[in-house]
């Protein structure tokens, strides 16, 4: 069985401070990694994925098989990150994805 | 941008009545999910289509609930019965490849 774990239900940073956002999974086989991110009043969106090892505003996060982690940082937290980060998983390749979420992370950045 | 559209945006229902939510998802898209989000809670997967057919569900995803796409371009989850459990954000998704695009969501509300 597959599932996301997401230990913290929000975390709040001073603008400015790095953000680190954490997401452990567990699963047998070799899985896709995304995070998705929920705006406040917006849908949820895709924000990176571990296979394309993009920086998208400014996130990056790295797979870390031995530890099964991948950690969504930042180095310089903005006001307008502040929304709603899910860690997700899926087991499959190719265009069916059967995504399974973590719980969520509320990231609040303070100015 | 091409985006997944839902409505309604919002039901009030009493329990025991039937209920559809509808989304018309990317034109290009061959694969289609709903999922659902209960309060406070992180997002489930419900099922998922492709080629015409169920290719997964959940466990949630019991006889009381139904997929269907009519035509070229609606995809509808109906709920037979509703319980006040169904109580929910209910996210219709697409994808044509690696990523899901979401819609706004259909908010549900079992009385």
């Known amino acids: 069985a597959q599932r996301v774990t997401q230990p913290e239900k929000l975390l709040s940073v001073f603008k400015g401070a790095p953000v680190e956002l954490k997401c452990n999974y567990s699963?047998?086989?070799?899985?896709?990694l995304f995070w998705y991110v929920q705006y406040s009043r917006q849908r949820l969106q895709l924000l990176l994925r571990h296979i394309s090892r993009e920086s998208i505003k400014g996130f990056t996060a790295d797979l870390n098989k031995g530890e099964t982690s991948f950690h969504l940082k930042k180095p310089f937290a903005q006001e307008e990150d502040s929304a709603m980060y899910y860690c997700?998983?899926?087991?499959?390749?190719?265009?069916?994805?059967?995504?399974?979420f973590g719980t969520g992370t509320k990231l609040q950045v303070i100015p | 941008e091409p985006e997944v559209t839902q409505t309604p945006s919002h039901q009030v229902t009493q329990m025991g009545q039937e209920v559809i939510l509808r989304c018309v998802p990317i034109?290009?898209?061959?694969?289609f999910y709903w999922y659902r989000q209960i309060l406070g809670q992180k997002v489930e997967f419900l099922v998922s289509f492709y080629n015409n057919e169920i290719s997964e569900k959940s466990e949630i995803f019991d006889d009381q609930f139904s997929v269907e796409r009519p035509d070229g371009s609606n995809f509808t989850l109906k709920i037979r019965s509703t319980k006040l459990e169904d109580s929910a954000m209910y996210f219709c998704a697409s994808s044509a490849e690696r990523e899901l695009f979401f819609g706004e969501g259909s908010r549900l509300t079992v009385l």
């Open positions: 699963y047998s086989g070799s899985p896709e």
């Open positions: 997700a998983l899926s087991p499959n390749s190719g265009g069916y994805q059967k995504v399974t």
């Open positions: 034109s290009n898209h061959l694969y």
